[in-house]
């Protein structure tokens, strides 16, 4: 069963870079099944997806955040990373990561979430 | 496109719910549609993937459609119980595979 956590600072200050890390246990990274995603959660609000790697390195982003967000990819210590740049208030939510199938773009498996807080 | 679902929905122990989400463009059909059940403070599971498939220890009472006349993916869930008290999304995605979810609906069950 794999297992996923994410780590990194729980407040960033704004203009900052926001830098998270997920740890994927019990599984390998390198099943090219598999898309490493990331999803976000505001306070009281709903999901919103902001990306994903897989393959070699192959990203796909939200338009909406596209120009912010790098995800990358270290399969030899089964991680995946995140970095938003130039964050504000509203980029204060719950972060998710999560394991999807290529074929069918379902999440099977997440991580409990990391709250991020932007803040002075 | 976007999905949209209603904010929130209330039943009774033991009857049925219907949880809709409707496709703003691009027919229902075209990719396949999941959803997710969060109970508050957890992250979300899967209840139904692929339009209406159940993954193994989802009890049977969930239950999920598509239907293209009204461009709407359904969650339905039976025998209602106190536990199945949460927020549910439904999830689809777009041509370049870029995910798409809906608002979310809280099921109460009073």
């Known amino acids: 069963q794999v297992h996923l956590q994410e780590s990194g600072p729980g407040l960033v200050k704004p203009s900052q870079t926001l830098s998270l890390t997920c740890n994927v246990s019990?599984?390998?990274?390198?099943?090219?099944?598999?898309?490493w995603t990331w999803i976000r959660q505001p306070a009281g609000k709903g999901l919103e997806w902001i990306g994903r790697i897989y393959g070699h390195g192959n990203t796909n982003y939200n338009t909406s955040l596209k120009s912010r967000v790098t995800i990358s990819l270290d399969t030899s210590r089964n991680q995946f990373s995140l970095r938003l740049t130039s964050v504000t208030a509203a980029d204060t939510a719950l972060y998710y990561c999560a394991r999807s199938h290529s074929g069918n773009l379902h999440a099977d498996s997440w991580g409990r979430g990391t709250l991020v807080t932007v803040s002075a | 496109f976007m999905l949209t679902q209603p904010h929130s929905v209330s039943e009774s122990p033991g009857k049925t719910v219907t949880i809709s989400c409707t496709r703003s463009s691009g027919s229902i059909a075209n990719n396949f549609v999941h959803w997710y059940q969060q109970r508050p403070g957890s992250a979300p599971t899967t209840v139904m993937f692929?339009?209406?498939?159940?993954p193994s220890g989802v009890p049977d009472r969930f239950s999920g459609s598509i239907d293209s006349s009204s461009n709407s993916a359904s969650l339905i869930i039976s025998g209602l119980k106190t536990e199945d008290e949460a927020d549910y999304y439904c999830?689809?995605?777009?041509?370049?595979?870029?995910?798409?979810f809906g608002g979310g609906t809280k099921l109460t069950v009073l």
């Open positions: 692929e339009d209406a498939q159940r």
């Open positions: 019990g599984g390998s990274m390198n099943s090219g099944s598999f898309y």
């Open positions: 999830q689809s995605y777009d041509d370049d595979n870029h995910w798409v």
